[in-house]
């Protein structure tokens, strides 16, 4: 494979000249791995646009502070979201539906007041999923540039490198 045979070339009186070219293996590889490197882009970057189009908002949960009349979150799975759980199985707490979310209030609330505490609690949860999308799409962009521009550039390198190490095996012309 070393030696191809060369075909369709012409020597100088216009006869066909079969012969042996040699392979550039060093240019080949580039071009291998520039064609794998674009493909790789290519794949990433199907990946990046959905990310960015319809990035995962996950399910928030809020609770409206009766000192303060201000909303908080309420980490997921912390024992503050166990105890309103039980809460809501006992009865004692009702869980309203939102957008992106839950509202958790006293059972006790008048139908005024959980409208209320739900008027104020939507333009809240639109911005905190507004939020949550940008801080997503931020790291979506972070994401591809580590997987889709780093990895293909860190194998060029590894090869460059392998390259010039396997270049200084061979005999220069002080040695022959």
Request: charged share 20%; aromatic share 14%; glycine share 10%.
């Amino acid at each position: 494979m070393r030696n191809a045979p060369l075909h369709g070339s012409t020597g100088e009186a216009g006869h066909p000249v079969v012969g042996r070219a040699k392979v550039s293996w060093a240019r080949g590889f580039f071009r291998l791995w520039a064609v794998l490197a674009g493909v790789w882009l290519l794949i990433c970057s199907g990946f990046l646009v959905s990310s960015l189009l319809n990035p995962y908002v996950p399910e928030r949960l809020i609770v409206r502070n009766s000192e303060t009349r201000q909303f908080e979150f309420v980490p997921s799975y912390g024992a503050l979201y166990r105890a309103l759980e039980a809460s809501v199985a006992k009865g004692t707490f009702i869980a309203h539906a939102l957008e992106n979310g839950r509202l958790y209030a006293r059972a006790t609330v008048t139908p005024e007041q959980l409208s209320e505490m739900l008027a104020g609690a939507a333009p809240f949860m639109e911005g905190a999923a507004e939020r949550t999308k940008s801080e997503a799409r931020i790291t979506g962009l972070l994401n591809w540039f580590w997987a889709a521009v780093f990895w293909p550039m860190a194998i060029l390198a590894v090869g460059a490198a392998f390259g010039w190490a396997f270049v200084g095996f061979k005999r220069s012309e002080g040695d022959r």
